[in-house]
T-cell receptor
Framework: GAVVSQHPSRVICKSGTSVKIECRSL??????MFWYRQFPKQSLMLMATSNEGSKATYEQGVEKDKFLINHASLTLSTLTVTSAHPEDSSFYIC?????????????FGSGTQLSVL | LAKTTQPISMDSYEGQEVNITCSHNNIATNDYITWYQQFPSQGPRFIIQGYKTKVTNEVASLFIPADRKSSTLSLPRVSLSDTAVYYC????????????FGDGTTLTVKP
């Protein structure tokens, strides 16, 4: 299957700093990528849809100035958590839409565990 | 977007066949059904996708009845390493990413 690489896998930062997470589709071009947030023992929550060359679409309740998304190429989307605070600590996951012959499929990155001290 | 309902948890033993059913009563005509597996601190992994009837690959089978209001993921001869959370997603082919993750089913395989 298609491979989506997410980096870093784990990051610890001080409150007030910004953190950038990268999501790359390694062997296919993804015009659309998605960012999720997952708290312990909970399901994934879609945060935003990242479209190559255009502004991201954020889900209701997600602060776009807090979670900056850039999708500058067909293989890379980045999520920047600006001025991170302890409540932003979570597991962040990206996915990329892989255009199949009959239906699109989502392939996911390995996730980034963010801990804000 | 179709809402999905799955059992919260299931237990099984090594070597058994496991069937996890997902209900999606308001599935739309263009919606596909996709199952994912997630281990702790990892992203979900694609297992199988189908539209109707039966789909089989090297790791699982997916059974979808004619009314498509439910689907069953079948894992043959599970092992301890199959202990994970399993999610079914229902979404249109051009809108797969907007599919909502339900609560998933935590499968625990015991020796």
């Amino acid at each position: 299957g298609a491979v989506v690489s997410q980096h870093p896998s784990r990051v610890i930062c001080k409150s007030g700093t910004s953190v950038k997470i990268e999501c790359r589709s390694l062997d296919f071009q993804a015009t659309t990528m998605f960012w999720y947030r997952q708290f312990p023992k909970q399901s994934l929550m879609l945060m935003a849809t990242s479209n190559e060359g255009s502004k991201a679409t954020y889900e209701q309740g997600v602060e776009k100035d807090k979670f900056l998304i850039n999708h500058a190429s067909l293989t890379l989307s980045t999520l920047t958590v600006t001025s991170a605070h302890p409540e932003d600590s979570s597991f962040y996951i990206c996915s990329a839409s892989y255009p199949g012959t009959s239906n699109e499929k989502l392939f996911f990155g390995s996730g980034t565990q963010l801990s804000v001290l | 977007l179709a809402k999905t309902t799955q059992p919260i948890s299931m237990d099984s033993y090594e070597g058994q066949e496991v069937n996890i059913t997902c209900s999606h009563n308001n599935i739309a005509t263009n919606d596909y059904i996709t199952w994912y597996q997630q281990f702790p601190s990892q992203g979900p992994r694609f297992i199988i996708q189908g539209y109707k009837t039966k789909v089989t690959n090297e790791v699982a089978s997916l059974f979808i009845p004619a009314d498509r209001k439910s689907s069953t993921l079948s894992l043959p001869r599970v092992s301890l390493s199959d202990t994970a959370v399993y999610y079914c997603l229902v979404g249109a082919w051009t809108n797969a990413g907007k599919s909502t993750f339900g609560d998933g089913t935590t499968l625990t395989v015991k020796p």
